[in-house]
């Protein structure tokens, strides 16, 4: 009793101690974070404002320009330049009488302010109860994932409206108070957008059935108003086009992320086409809007609504990329019951809306349908697959926990320098580490053929200059081999062909199989290897930039023989023409040696056998002399893959601290798999 009274006060002070510098923390992070989001706005707008006119806002300028159509006393409609509605005209139309100057500023930085509105209401939308650290950093957070979303790029690029319907029905489902109010905004939407319309069943069967009038009511109003202003534009629009099918663009192309637009591009068409959009697209409503009207019921109000945009998304017989903020939206629910496993669908959301299909996806035939409708696929997987969680499972708030290795000693006090990087035990999602080695190749793709520049002129000039003063340095040191070793082996057909097989072939596989092996059977040495894989490609991007370098075979009057590439005629300025697929001057350092010899040392440190061990070190040891003997990399690019491979490791080894043991790692899985069967059964 009198330890207890006499620590009482004690440990308030210590936990007021220990929360202050938590909220410390968190502000600053929020700081960060409004910093970014500002940086994001001040780019989005510079680039914008910085395109020559007639490049920028094209979509504006053919609307309210000295030609746009609100300016023709003809039909809006007679160039199906005009995809808005009839209302939308209507609301435009004083627009005509600003200047260019002043509508293009006005325009960029009202938009941005839309987005910026967006952002904080989308935050205050999240479904209740949020943690303290969830509430502080969500609007920033918001802030910065519309900034980088594409259809807001497509939006401010274009000069698009698509911003103020999406605004418009947050705002009357979370900030309006009273149901016609609410009703009145949704109806405002759906006068310009008509798909909003299916936020009516979403009222009506939540409870809501005076906003669901309002909304019906305030519509036939604007549309009406529209109509007895422009009686023949609202029946072009209305009836002749169908509510807009067939404006602004070719109903097949790829921006049209609808299922009609999708259908047309696998090949169907007329009557066929129209039956089956109506088939699919009425089960993709009843099934979207029945899921939408369960999880408001549930008290997920927002994701209710981005299910029920996913929905318009699909239906509509043109969708936009500028109108499909909807499906980032889709962002807040949450799927899976382990830990490891809830980021798996805020991350595709995030990479589909962000990033261009081709960095989503690889470029092969097989994948072309898949990547042509991406942004569709999220659509409808939000509207009807996606096994959101409601608020009353108890992994909602309280997932299975990730399992993490007991931290091994180490010889100096500062390592790791991050122990959050702690080394976890379970499994990773497959999906998810798909998704994140597609994008960070594509990514590392990019930067590779960007790093040397113009490869016709000064890149290839400075490349070439670095080749020489690398032969410089082998004829030094006495390691100038190149030249005898590729004219030995090409004398020998087999030995030639061998080489070049391996070259071509073995260099993305064995990495490949190595993370396979390591992902199925080892999980924890999984992430281990993997981390210091990354760190090693990363400190090669650093090379490529930094010192461009001709490999020996675009070497001229060196007389190597490009025995993978075939003959190279140096007298053409463009004789490096693999370089528009790939950087034929990032040799510096050998990814192709660094890669294959960090499969060896991951195999020799894993492998329970002496032979399988061998195996692994033979195989840096081939790669070597293939890449010597085609002729596509000297002697000290394999020191320089060496340098970052080793680099890789030594960060890792900093970072996150040395590799878990097996036995205590073992012994720490299985009771995180008894916990989970346990708590399952529960």
């Not at 007021?16 to 940086?39: K, S």
């Not at 299910?307 to 980032?328: D, E, K, R, Y």
């Not at 090409?490 to 062909?497: A, N």
């Not at 195989?619 to 000297?634: D, E, Q, S």
Request: charged share 15%; net charge positive.
């Amino acid at each position: 009793m009198a330890n207890a009274e006499h620590s009482g006060r004690p440990a308030k002070a210590f936990g007021a101690t220990a929360v202050g510098p938590a909220r410390a923390r968190l502000r600053v992070a929020r700081l960060g974070l409004w910093l970014v989001a500002a940086v994001l706005a001040v780019r989005q707008v510079a680039v914008v404002l910085a395109t020559p006119r007639g490049d920028r806002l094209t979509d504006l300028e053919t609307w309210v320009g000295p030609n746009g159509v609100l300016h023709v006393k003809g039909s809006l409609y007679d160039s199906t330049r005009f995809t808005g509605t009839p209302f939308g005209g209507l609301v435009l139309k004083p627009l005509t009488r600003s200047a260019e100057q002043a509508l293009g500023w006005g325009w960029t930085f009202g938009s941005l302010l839309l987005v910026v509105a967006l952002g904080l209401v989308a935050a205050r939308a999240l479904p209740q109860p949020v943690s303290r650290r969830t509430a502080l950093l969500a609007a920033p957070v918001a802030v910065c994932l519309l900034m980088l979303s594409l259809p807001v790029r497509n939006a401010f690029w274009l000069g698009q409206t698509s911003i103020i319907p999406v605004l418009l029905v947050l705002l009357g489902c979370f900030v309006v108070r009273g149901e016609r109010a609410s009703g009145a905004l949704i109806g405002l939407a759906a006068a310009l957008q008509p798909t909003m319309l299916l936020f009516i069943p979403l009222l009506w069967f939540t409870g809501r059935r005076r906003g669901a009038a309002s909304t019906g009511l305030t519509f036939a109003a604007s549309t009406a108003l529209a109509w007895a202003a422009m009686p023949h534009d609202s029946y072009t629009y209305w009836v002749h086009h169908m509510v807009g099918v067939g404006l602004g663009g070719d109903a097949d192309d790829l921006a049209n992320q609808s299922l009609h637009g999708a259908l047309l591009r696998l090949g169907l068409t007329g009557p066929v086409e129209i039956g089956f959009f109506f088939a699919f697209g009425a089960a993709v409503a009843v099934i979207g809007l029945r899921r939408a009207v369960r999880y408001a019921r549930d008290g997920q109000l927002l994701l209710a609504v981005a299910i029920t945009g996913c929905v318009a998304v699909a239906v509509s017989p043109m969708t936009w990329q500028h109108q499909l903020l909807w499906v980032l939206l889709a962002v807040v629910g949450r799927v899976g019951r382990r830990a490891s496993d809830r980021y798996v669908w805020p991350v595709s959301v995030v990479l589909v809306t962000t990033l261009p299909a081709k960095m989503v996806l690889p470029n092969m035939t097989p994948l072309y349908s898949v990547r042509d409708n991406v942004i569709l696929l999220a659509a409808l997987a939000a509207a009807t697959l996606v096994p959101f969680l409601s608020r009353t499972s108890p992994y909602y708030r309280a997932p299975i926990p990730t399992q993490y290795a007991p931290a091994v000693p180490t010889r100096f006090r500062r390592i790791p320098l991050l122990p959050f990087l702690r080394r976890v035990l379970t499994r990773p999602n497959l999906l998810l580490e798909l998704l994140l080695i597609r994008v960070t190749y594509a990514a590392y793709s990019r930067v590779r053929l960007a790093a040397t520049g113009d490869s016709n002129s000064a890149g290839r000039a400075r490349a070439e200059e670095h080749g020489h003063q690398i032969l410089d340095i082998e004829r030094f040191l006495r390691i100038d081999i190149e030249h005898a070793v590729n004219h030995a082996v090409v004398k020998v057909d087999r030995l030639r062909d061998f080489f070049d097989f391996y070259y071509e072939s073995f260099h993305f596989f064995v990495p490949l199989t190595v993370l396979g092996v390591l992902y199925w059977r080892r999980p924890v040495d999984y992430r281990w290897a993997r981390s210091a894989l990354g760190i090693a490609t990363l400190l090669a991007l650093v090379g490529f930039w930094l010192y461009p370098l001709a490999p020996p075979r675009l070497m001229p009057g060196l007389g190597i023989i490009d025995t993978v590439h075939g003959a190279q005629d140096f007298s053409k300025p463009d004789y490096g023409t693999l370089t528009a697929l790939t950087n034929q001057y990032a040799a510096m350092p050998s990814l192709h040696f660094g890669w294959s010899l960090w499969c060896g040392l991951v195999i020799a440190i894993v492998a329970p056998r002496w032979w399988m061990k061998a195996l692994g070190l033979l195989h840096p040891f081939l790669t070597a002399c293939a890449i010597v003997a085609t002729g596509n990399h000297w002697v000290l690019d394999a020191a320089g893959g060496a340098a970052v491979v080793g680099g890789g490791f030594g960060l890792t080894y900093v970072l996150q601290g040395p590799r878990a043991r097996l036995r205590t790692a073992a012994a720490v899985s299985s009771r995180s798999e008894e916990f989970e069967k346990d708590r399952t059964r529960s």
